[in-house]
């Protein structure tokens, strides 16, 4: 019997033994982003045993990175079960508290898992700070005051000093993030993990040559190591946005290492997603379909292939396919909507409202289109640097009205980096649009924002002459005399001081600023008014209109 209990005691230790290697290794297949693959690790390890709530919470946390609340929470609650490590599944549920939006419960949960920690354990502040920095409503500083805690217990983790990189990281605090960083790397130089992170750090900085470099590194240590691969696309793209004469060698060179990537992961659903998000970044919409098509296959109901489907067949050029797919997608009220989603349905709309060869356009529809926009820019206000083509192409089509419309919107946005060219065309395009023949009255509520409009390119482009003219043409729909003749008199200020030359070059638009100057002053100023037809007559001779009122001002 004494053998026999002996023996079992050896069995039930070497058991134990080898399920926490498992745990282990799944936790490296988690950290080279293999999700598939360390799910099938995880069931296997809970199926075997139940009371491994640390597996539990690992699996838990792997469907939370998904996006599949419903079974984290089911493997959470199963974890609570747990002997080993099942408390830490009380950080998994406070996650999802967070983020929906339950602060008390999230802390009730917290205070579970920190309930009776000992002295040198830092696990549990781990998990309770990682349920921080991951929710959909992160909050880094709670996450490095409880890191904070878990250091005094233990200074050297490395999982604590690379969990204190990721909060500072996500608190804009660059140097204390490159030290944690820097830290973990030093105390366990297997944690490859902690070095991807420094060249992170240096990829924001927009040291791109040392990003590249630092990844490259990375790799020539383990060339297996598919986040590394990752990073560098994700270099590669934002250096060719900022180096625009090398935008396709750059974006070519990051579609190459994101298929890189994609070997070494799992092809699973979720890195295929990740994938497509990329290729709407490096703006492949033609891969980002046959992508799509592939996860369609995998998934037929995974309702964000949806946006997939509908992105590209927008891209593409199949508006039906992308009204369709986006319409279903944003009608789901358990699909988490970005704005994004809210931009290309709106864009879609605008597309179908807009019937190029009949030249007319399906108000309603338009209409419709417009207040999608809108919702995605509330979401979201740098939607509107996609708005300035958009706009631009009703523009050239002579819709002044729908130009109007969504210039105004992307005007909303004073930091956005087409903002005073924005305002120029709001303004262009409302004054066109009271000049159109079929215009009965000018609309005075509308001119008063294109005279806005252009008064804000002037203060900060005051020598954008033509800003000038087209507020004075504006004010002239307004029948405001004084600030018509300011505003002409302003134009051939900043025309006379860019010199002969420029003078030339704009002598219609200078005879039309006399005229204008002189009718105004016609009723109130006669000297004034001959003065300036005068002028006109100087540069033409024959010009009738100033011919004629110099007659009439006698």
């Known amino acids: 019997m004494n053998k026999f209990k002996f023996l079992s005691v050896a069995l039930l230790t070497t058991a134990t033994m080898v399920q926490a290697q498992d745990v282990d290794q799944a936790k490296k297949t988690i950290d080279a982003e293999q999700y598939d693959k360390a799910k099938s690790m995880l069931k296997s390890i809970v199926q075997a045993n139940p009371s491994n709530g640390r597996a539990a919470y690992l699996l838990g946390n792997i469907y939370l990175k998904q996006n599949v609340t419903d079974s984290a929470k089911i493997f959470f609650q199963k974890g609570l079960m747990g002997t080993e490590g099942g408390r830490l599944n009380y950080a998994g549920l406070g996650q999802i508290e967070l983020d929906n939006n339950n602060a008390a419960a999230a802390q009730a949960n917290f205070d579970q898992v920190l309930k009776d920690v000992r002295k040198k354990d830092t696990e549990e502040y781990i998990a309770v700070a990682r349920a921080y920095i991951e929710s959909d409503k992160p909050n880094y500083k709670k996450a490095i005051e409880i890191l904070n805690k878990a250091k005094l217990a233990n200074p ?55 990003a590249v470099k630092s990844f490259n590194d990375v790799i020539a240590t383990n060339p297996n190591y598919g986040p590394a691969y990752r990073e560098l696309a994700e270099t590669y793209y934002y250096w060719g946005n900022n180096e625009p004469k090398k935008y396709n060698d750059y974006i070519k060179q990051a579609l190459t290492y994101y298929e890189k990537y994609m070997t070494l992961t799992d092809y699973s659903l979720a890195s295929r997603m990740r994938h497509a998000d990329f290729l709407i970044l490096a703006k492949d919409y033609q891969a980002l379909e046959v992508e799509a098509e592939k996860m369609k296959q995998i998934d037929k109901v995974n309702p964000r292939i949806l946006r997939y489907l509908g992105y590209s067949a927008y891209e593409n050029g199949n508006i039906d396919v992308a009204l369709t797919s986006l319409q279903d997608f944003i009608g789901n009220p358990s699909n988490k909507i970005i704005a994004r989603d809210y931009m290309y349905l709106g864009l879609a709309k605008l597309k179908k409202a807009n019937n190029v060869e009949t030249k ?58 087409n903002y005073l060219l924005d305002n120029f065309y709001l303004g262009n395009s409302i004054y066109y649009d009271n000049t159109r023949k079929d215009v009965v009255k000018p609309d005075p509520i509308a001119l008063q924002k294109a005279d806005v409009a252009f008064g804000k390119v002037i203060e900060a482009s005051p020598t954008t002459q033509d800003a000038y003219i087209f507020r004075a043409r504006t004010q002239r729909l307004l029948e405001n005399e004084e600030m018509i003749i300011k505003h002409y008199e302003d134009y051939l200020k900043v025309v006379n001081e860019k010199g002969k030359e420029e003078f030339d070059k704009n002598k219609p638009k200078v005879i039309e600023a006399y005229n204008n100057i002189g009718a105004s002053y016609a009723n109130t100023d006669k000297a004034k008014a001959r003065e300036y037809f005068n002028k006109t007559l100087a540069l033409d001779a024959t010009n009738a209109y100033a011919t004629e009122s110099l007659k009439s001002l006698k």
Request: zero cysteines; glycine letters at 6%.
């Open 156 to 210: 050297t983790d490395p999982q604590v000093q690379l969990a204190l990189g990721d909060a500072h990281y996500g608190d804009k605090n660059q140097n204390e993030a490159y030290s944690a960083y820097r830290n973990a790397f030093q105390a366990d130089n297997s944690l490859i993990r902690a070095k991807v992170q420094l060249g992170v750090l240096l990829k924001g900085a927009k040291a791109y040559t040392e």
């Open 360 to 417: 007319t356009v399906d108000a309603a529809m338009f209409n419709a289109g417009v207040a999608d926009i809108k919702k995605s820019v509330e979401m979201e206000i740098t939607m509107t640097n996609d708005l300035s083509e958009v706009g631009k192409k009703f523009y050239e089509q002579k819709l002044f009205k729908e130009a109007a419309a969504i210039y105004e919107i992307a005007v909303t946005n004073v930091n956005s980096k």
